[in-house]
């Protein structure tokens, strides 16, 4: 553990293999989320299907998801590149094309905030469980939502995904935004009817900030990024329709036919909520894996070191500045942090220049567009050594939204 923790302070890339992991049945039978959870969460969804469809069209229907692809060209070049050969199929869960917010965090961030609509229509009597939720986008409730604020802390895509789906519900929301954050996030959202408040410091003091605003108003709703039941449940989802996604391609997945999933890791929740819903669902037969920035390791230190969310990065020298701006956090959730602990199978970090490299041979490759954050799973395939057929998906959580120029820059890094 002192080699390890000697290299993450050194900004050295590291592959780590959890030594608490324990079976997904003994893990997941104390935690208090369950499947019915995630089921509950997936009907609430449906139900707001014809009011998203209603202000969000190129949806097609209302749900929100993303396309599941074999990612060949690219896992070529890997195995060029490494000189390795990857047992099994490459696949991307491409989340950067999820509409609205294009970006994984459109999952988690807008369902918490249709829940929290759902939440004031009821108690209210404006609608029951029947209705049909398209009229909660008529302009008398647009009025009535006004009367309610949304608050977040963010780095940039959570921002995004709950500015833009608040705003248009009519909801007061401010985003407080992290030194971290690009400027056509901020741009986007303010175009979209959402205030901006920029900090000089990290995720940490954006998220403090839009607490505290929300401190003793009855009408004011914070969604905390760090310990969210519902944020994370609204992530879980994304294992129900990940299974879809496998079944539809006649992907079998059990003990002979391995699952590996790597997931771009910030805070947590997003990662964590799909890390759960997947051992949820597939048990011991798929591994998950948590990817992070040298420069921005909080998770895997947090776990490594057993201090979890009482650690900062900070505390070892290590500056969190990254471009992978949706990862850059310096403290990891506590729920999270307590659920990886013995569920998650390992990780590793990598370098930004890596990212970019990453980032820029999948468009070369595949023709899709990422930013850096989202490059990061790319990687996972040679990092372990697979001894069966296995099934690889790298999480592609964001990048759609970039302008063009934006991107090109990236490119030429």
Partial sequence: MHEMIEKITALQPVVWNNPKKK????????????????????????????????????????????????????????????????????????????????????????????????????????????????????????ERFSQYKIAVGSTGNLGLSIGIISATLGFEVTVHMSRDAKQWKKDLLREKGAKVIEYTEDYGKAVEEGRKACLGDEKAHFIDDENSRDLFLGYSVAALRLKKDLEGKNITVDEKNPLRVYLPCGVGGAPGGIAFGLKTIFKDAVQCYYVEPTHAPCMLLGLITGKKEKLHIGDYGIDNITEADGLAVGRPSKMVSDLSENLLDGGYTLEDETLLGLMKMLYSTEKIKIEPSAAAGLLGPVKWEDTKETTHIAWLTGGDLIPEEAFRKLLDK
């Fill in 23 to 142: 079976t997904a049945h003994s893990v997941l039978a104390d935690f208090s989320v369950k499947m019915e959870d995630i089921v509950d969460a997936e009907r609430r969804l449906q139900r707001f299907a014809p009011l998203i469809y209603k202000y969000f069209p190129e949806t097609g229907d209302g749900i929100i998801e993303s396309p599941f692809q074999e990612l060949p060209e690219m896992k070529a070049n890997l195995e060029k590149n490494h000189s390795k050969t990857i047992k099994g199929k490459l696949y991307g869960k491409c989340d950067n094309q999820l509409k609205i917010a294009g970006s994984i965090k459109a999952r988690g961030g807008i369902y918490e905030v249709l829940k929290f609509a759902e939440s004031i229509a009821l108690e209210n009597h404006w609608i029951t469980l029947e209705d049909n939720y398209e009229v909660l986008g008529e302009e008398k409730y647009r």
